[in-house]
C-alpha cells in the first residue's frame, strides 16, 4: 500500500512514516504542504495522511482539492491534527475526510483508523 | 476719584467675562485697562499712572491668560491621550500578554510531561533489555528462553512506539509557541501603533497577527486528554458520514 504523509513538521514525518513502517506499510511518500502534496497525489497513492495546519495549503485545502480530481476522489484521507474542537471536525468530515486523528496518537489509533478507511 | 466699578459697568463691562472668576492674571489685565482711563492729571495719581504705563507695557502680561489657557487646553489633550492610551492598553495588551504567559506555562509543563514520559519509557526499555540479557545467560530450556525473549522484544517494540508517540510534543509545543509568539507580536504592533499617536516619530511599519500567519499553527495544539479528544473525533466523523451517506 502507497502512502502519502503530509506535514509541515519534519518531525511529525518521521513519527508518523515510523508508526506505519511498524505496522508493515513501508511504501512511503512524504510532503511538506498541500501543494506539495497535489504534486505526489495521483490514482497510485492508496492512503492519505495530512496534518491540517500548514503553510501555503493547508490540509482541509488539500482534502477539498484532493476530492475534485477524478484520480484521488475516492482515495481514503486520513486527517491526523492537534485541531480537536467539534466544528473542526465536522468541517474535515464535510471536506471529505474518512476519518480523523487527535495528536498525540498512539501508533495503535493509527492501525485502527487505517484499517477502517482502507478496503 | 473715578467710581471704576460705576465706569466698567457703564461701559457694559458686565457683558464681559468676569475678572474674578478668571483667576489673578485677569485681574491684573483688567486693573491695568481701569487705570488707563483715570484722569492723568491728577498728581497724586502720576506715580501710578508710570506704574501703570511700565506694567501695560510689559506686553507678556496682558498675554498671560491667554498663554495659560493654551498651554491649559494643550496639558489637557496630552492628559486625555495619555488616558487613552493607558485605557487601551489594559483593555488589549495586558490581557493578551496574560494570555502569552498562560499558554508559555502550558508549554513547559507538557514540555516536562513529555520528557518524564520518555525517561519512563527508557527506563522501562533498559529494564526489558536486562531482562533479554539475563534469559539468554541463565535460563532454563530453549524453549523458555525463546518465549522470554519473544515476550520481551515484542515489548520493547511497544515501548520504542511509544516513545515515538511522546515525542509529538514536539510538534504539539511548536504550535503552541507559534501562537504565544503571535500574541506577543501583536502587542508590539499595537504598543507601536499607540507610542505613534503621542509621539509620530516612533511610527514605524506595524503589522497585525493576520489570518495567514495564524493558519500555518493550532495556538490551541494540547498534549492533554488526548483519548477523550479522540472519542469525540470518532463520535463526530462517524455522525458527519452517516447524515452524508443517507443523504446520497
Not at chain 2, 114 to 124: C, E, H, K, R, V
Not at chain 2, 191 to 196: G, V
Request: with cysteine.
Amino acid at each position: 500500500m502507497k502512502c502519502l504523509v503530509v506535514d509541515d513538521s519534519a518531525t511529525m514525518r518521521r513519527i508518523v512514516s515510523n508508526a506505519l513502517k511498524s505496522i508493515g506499510h513501508t511504501d512511503l511518500l512524504e510532503a511538506g504542504d498541500g501543494t506539495e502534496a497535489l504534486e505526489h497525489a495521483d490514482s497510485s497513492i492508496d492512503l492519505v495522511i495530512t496534518d491540517w495546519n500548514m503553510p501555503n495549503m493547508g490540509g482541509l485545502e488539500l482534502v477539498q482539492e484532493l476530492r475534485k480530481r477524478d484520480e484521488t476522489a475516492e482515495t481514503p484521507i486520513l486527517m491526523v491534527t492537534t485541531r480537536s474542537i467539534k466544528e473542526d471536525i465536522l468541517e474535515a468530515a464535510q471536506a471529505g475526510v474518512n476519518s480523523y486523528i487527535v495528536k498525540p496518537f498512539t501508533p495503535q489509533t493509527l492501525k485502527e483508523k487505517i484499517d477502517e478507511v482502507v478496503d | 476719584m473715578t467710581n471704576w466699578t460705576d465706569d466698567n459697568q457703564d461701559r457694559g463691562g458686565t457683558a464681559e467675562a468676569d475678572p474674578v472668576q478668571d483667576g489673578s492674571p485677569s485681574l491684573l489685565t483688567e486693573l491695568i485697562r481701569e487705570l488707563k482711563l483715570v484722569n492723568s492729571t491728577d498728581e497724586n495719581m502720576s506715580r501710578v499712572n508710570d506704574l501703570v504705563q511700565t506694567l501695560a507695557a510689559k506686553s507678556s502680561i496682558e498675554e498671560l491668560p491667554e498663554m495659560l489657557l493654551t498651554v491649559y487646553a494643550e496639558i489637557t489633550a496630552a492628559l486625555g491621550g495619555i488616558r487613552l492610551t493607558r485605557d487601551t492598553i489594559q483593555a488589549n495588551a495586558v490581557d493578551r500578554l496574560r494570555d502569552t504567559h498562560a499558554r508559555l506555562d502550558r508549554v513547559t509543563s507538557e514540555t516536562e510531561s513529555a520528557a518524564n514520559s520518555i525517561l519512563d519509557g527508557l527506563d522501562n526499555a533498559i529494564g526489558l533489555i536486562d531482562k533479554i540479557s539475563e534469559a539468554n545467560n541463565n535460563g532454563g530450556s530453549p524453549e523458555e528462553r525463546r518465549d522470554t525473549v519473544q515476550a520481551s522484544v515484542d515489548a520493547l517494540r511497544l515501548e520504542v512506539m511509544g516513545l515515538f508517540g511522546h515525542l509529538q510534543f514536539q510538534d504539539i509545543t511548536v504550535q503552541q509557541l507559534r501562537g504565544a509568539i503571535g500574541l506577543l507580536s501583536d502587542v508590539e504592533a499595537r504598543l507601536d501603533a499607540l507610542a505613534a499617536v503621542i509621539d509620530p516619530a516612533c511610527l514605524k511599519q506595524v503589522e497585525f497577527d493576520s489570518e495567514d500567519a495564524a493558519a500555518d499553527h493550532n495556538a490551541e495544539a494540547s498534549m492533554s486528554d488526548a483519548a477523550d479528544r479522540q472519542a469525540l473525533a470518532d463520535e463526530t466523523v462517524k455522525r458527519a458520514l452517516s447524515v452524508q451517506s443517507s443523504s446520497r
